[in-house]
């Protein structure tokens, strides 16, 4: 038994009564948002989008913000797709962290996220999946401190 969403996403219910989320679609959905206000506003539905970060705004720190209490699965992954020369910054409850420049960014337990200018690249990516009141992170940084956690 297979039910179609949204014509992108088909959920399959299994054997055992497990639910398998199938892509109908062969290509990754890509958001690259312009940032004229200072902000990217995600939603729910926006779900399994690839959000390349362009150059920032004139403001001193973008804000990226997440849906607050999304189903458990809700995913995005960020994509550096420049150089950047100012912070984007993302609240809420996270537990994971990156590998960067050959070591390891902790970013367990904090409640903000920054993508810092200057030290994150192109390239650097962070995927972050929603799960039972937090967001899981895992990602790749070239710098050090391309991903700066406050708790």
Same mark, same amino acid.
């Given at each position: ?18 639910? $398998? /989320?199938?892509?109908?679609? !062969?290509?990754?959905? *890509? ?7 200072? +902000?990217? =506003? $995600? /939603?729910?539905?926006?779900? !399994?989008?690839?959000? *390349? ?7 001193? +720190?973008? =804000?990226? /913000? ?86």
């Amino acid at each position: 038994m297979s039910e179609v969403v949204d014509g992108n996403l088909e959920y399959i219910i299994g054997s055992s009564g497990n639910y $398998l /989320t199938k892509r109908k679609k !062969g290509i990754l959905d *890509v958001y690259a948002p312009s940032v004229e206000s200072n +902000a990217i =506003v $995600l /939603t729910e539905d926006m779900t !399994g989008r690839i959000v *390349v970060l362009p150059d920032a705004s004139a403001g001193d +720190a973008d =804000v990226i /913000t997440l849906p607050v209490t999304p189903q458990s699965g809700t995913y995005f992954k960020f994509l550096v797709g420049v150089d950047l020369t100012q912070n984007f910054v993302m609240a809420g409850v996270f537990e994971g962290g990156c590998s960067a420049a050959g070591g390891y960014e902790d970013l367990a337990a904090t409640t903000s996220v920054t993508f810092t200018k200057v030290k994150a690249k192109a390239g650097d990516y962070l995927n972050c999946m929603y799960h039972d009141g937090k967001w899981y992170v895992d990602g790749i940084a070239t710098t050090a401190g391309s991903y700066a956690p406050t708790s």
